[in-house]
């Protein structure tokens, strides 16, 4: 079961899995669709409901996930307790959450790989207007993200006295896009990426003395439904 119209949907669809998607507004259903159809993938089972009150038939999922969900609620416990129930007994729960973040998290990511946009960047705006003006461009419209103030401590309290098991909130995605060119991200910044990734597992440690946790834009809540699988 997944809650939006993104790409994760898609990508289970596309290895065998039988997706049910989630929306409460039957617009999202018409983005899915088209997607699906794009890709050649077969059509999600599509339900139009309140993610806090699905109507859905208890313990008959083995996955809910959701990727930029919890955050658009002020209150997000009546979801996890909805996530319990649909799940089956060793059921997983994967949740990425977009929590409060400085802009500063990037900083060392563009003084290693881009130092002299983090010159720019540290420099307070009316500076870089005298310095470079011909550089300074009207920002894009773009919808702003929406973060939530709940860390990750709270988001365990939440799950307490529920039926879970394998309980964790973790820092997630420390990766940043740092090139305005496609072609320097996939020449440069990815091969960096993937050999730090393969630097942490070798080491089954981070090798920049734990820094990649700080640097984190979201963060990750996995749990199990307590019980043995059927």
């Known amino acids: 079961l997944g809650a939006g119209r993104g790409t994760t ?5 596309s ?3 039988d997706v049910t998607m989630l929306d409460l507004s039957a617009a999202g259903f018409r983005v ?3 997607n699906f159809r794009r890709e050649g993938l077969p059509a999600p089972k599509l339900v139009q409901a309140d993610a806090r009150a699905t ?3 208890a313990a008959s999922y083995d996955c809910v996930f959701h990727i930029g969900l919890l955050e658009h609620f002020e209150a997000p416990h009546p979801l996890l307790v909805e996530a319990v129930r649909l799940l089956k007994p060793g059921g997983l729960q994967f949740a990425v959450i977009m929590p409060e973040r400085s802009p ?4 060392l990511t563009l003084g290693l790989l881009r130092p002299w946009a983090l010159g720019r960047a540290l420099l307070p705006e009316t500076v870089r207007r005298r310095v ?3 550089l300074v461009r009207a920002p894009r419209a773009a919808l702003p993200m929406l973060r939530t103030g709940y860390t990750r401590t709270d988001y365990l309290a939440m799950l307490a006295g529920l039926a879970v098991e394998d309980v964790c909130c973790l820092p997630y995605k420390p990766y940043h896009p740092v090139y305005k060119s496609d072609a320097r991200e996939a020449a440069i910044t990815l091969p960096l990426y ?3 990734r393969g630097v942490k597992k070798l080491l089954a440690r981070e090798p920049l003395l734990g820094t990649a946790a700080r640097l984190a834009s979201c963060d990750l ?3 199990r439904k307590a019980g043995e699988k059927a």
Not at 9 to 13: E, G, K, V
Not at 104 to 107: A, D, E, Y
């Open 104 to 107: 500063r998290i990037r900083f």
């Open 32 to 34: 899915a669709e088209e």
């Open 15 to 17: 290895r065998g899995c």
């Open 9 to 13: 949907s898609m990508y289970l669809a």
């Open 55 to 57: 109507g859905l038939a």
């Open 194 to 196: 993937r050999l730090h």
């Open 221 to 223: 809540l996995l749990f």
């Open 132 to 134: 470079r003006p011909q």
